[in-house]
């Protein structure tokens, strides 16, 4: 069993940056990822990462602003978001999963966390 707990999400102003954290319980996983959901939309994957960081995947829309990483020895996930925009205003959510893929599907995620709020205002 694992439990993942997000945290780390605010209101910020747009061009400003955030860091959001996902604490993870339980056994390692072999991927992470981040989605997001914003309101009267469809959850959305956002970033993706190995189990010792060495191979990373992001969207389109956030490649170049966003970044993943882990800290093993802390078993906490981490996404730093730079360059925020109101379009990236939404849930946020940590999910683990048996595979790293390059397009990471919510269908195919093992363990959800409860998500962290972000609100980007213009």
């Known amino acids: 069993q694992v439990q993942l707990v997000e945290s780390g999400g605010r209101l910020v102003q747009a061009g400003g940056s955030l860091r959001l954290s996902c604490a993870a319980s339980?056994?390692?996983?072999?991927?992470m990822n981040w989605f997001r959901q914003a309101p009267g939309k469809e959850r959305e994957f956002v970033a993706s990462i190995n189990w010792n960081g060495g191979i990373t995947y992001y969207a389109d829309s956030v490649k170049g602003r966003f970044t993943i990483s882990r800290d093993n020895a802390k078993n906490t996930y981490y996404l730093q978001m730079i360059s925020l925009k109101p379009e990236d205003t939404a849930g946020y959510y940590c999910?683990?999963?048996?595979?790293?893929?390059?397009?990471?599907?919510?269908?195919?995620?093992?363990?959800w966390g409860k998500g962290t709020l972000v609100t980007v205002s213009s």
């Open positions: 339980g056994r390692t996983m072999p991927a």
């Open positions: 999910a683990a999963s048996r595979l790293l893929s390059t397009w990471p599907r919510p269908e195919d995620m093992e363990y």
